[in-house]
């Protein structure tokens, strides 16, 4: 496939991620486009996007078959202390990190996690991201490029990804927020549709800056909404308006 390069390029791709949160009903539809661009992007053979913790269901796959994940799944508790230098790198990395240079080429393969379900899917080169909102990581997803002779992702791939991963990390909050949101009918009357919006993004954890790029607008306009519902509610702060709705 032909892959689209540039900053503008990568701005454009990242309006459409937040376009196509808020048109997604499930985290499935969502990621599965959020692969398709990333695929037109930089080009990958493979992908996988899930929640953590991680389910049996709650995974969106491309370029190989579910077994591989229900495999990894099987063995998590043997991987995971192999799969731990990749996560701390990727939040020391603004998010996402390159295998080959959190552990060398030849120590990779001798990786029970690398035997066992990477080299088996294919994959000769895996990009891993963390999504992380309001402090807290609650997705992954992970990239891969496989075949004989295939290009090696690089930095250059990894800083275009990190481009992209604040859009996707808001706009799959916000994809999960409104597949989950209960109903306000403790305040309806009381606060507008906008303002209702950004207080399910509060009880989801988001900032005010994360809201804003969910919901198209500036971070202050975001705080100017919370001050009105503030005052129209009679509490002072998002702890105080989240156990308000929490009654």
Not at 13 to 32: G, L
Not at 223 to 238: E, K
């Amino acid at each position: 496939m032909k892959t689209v390069r540039g900053v503008g390029k990568v701005d454009a791709e990242v309006t459409a991620i937040v376009e196509t949160a808020a048109a997604s009903r499930t985290h499935a539809e969502f990621r599965a486009e959020v692969l398709r661009r990333i695929d037109r992007l930089i080009g990958i053979d493979f992908g996988i996007f899930w929640s953590l913790p991680e389910t049996e269901a709650d995974a969106t796959l491309k370029g190989f078959d579910r077994s591989f994940w229900i495999r990894y799944l099987r063995g998590h508790q043997r991987y995971a202390p192999e799969l731990r230098p990749f996560a701390e790198a990727s939040k020391r990395q603004q998010g996402v990190s390159l295998d080959r240079q959190v552990i060398p080429a030849r120590q990779l393969d001798r990786l029970q996690f690398y035997q066992e379900i990477v080299r088996p899917v294919g994959s000769r080169s895996v990009l891993t991201a963390t999504l992380e909102v309001g402090g807290h990581v609650g997705a992954v997803f992970q990239l891969g490029r496989g075949g004989r002779g295939c290009r090696l992702f690089a930095e250059e791939d990894a800083a275009l990804i990190r481009r992209l991963v604040p859009a996707v990390a808001v706009g799959d909050a916000a994809v999960g927020v409104s597949r989950h949101a209960r109903e306000l009918s403790r305040v309806d009357e009381k606060v507008t549709e906008r303002e209702r919006e950004i207080i399910r993004y509060v009880r989801a954890g988001m900032t005010n800056r994360e809201i804003a790029l969910v919901c198209g607008i500036s971070a202050h306009t975001v705080h100017q909404h919370l001050a009105n519902v503030f005052a129209r509610l009679g509490v002072t702060r998002r702890t105080e308006l989240v156990g308000l709705l929490s009654k």
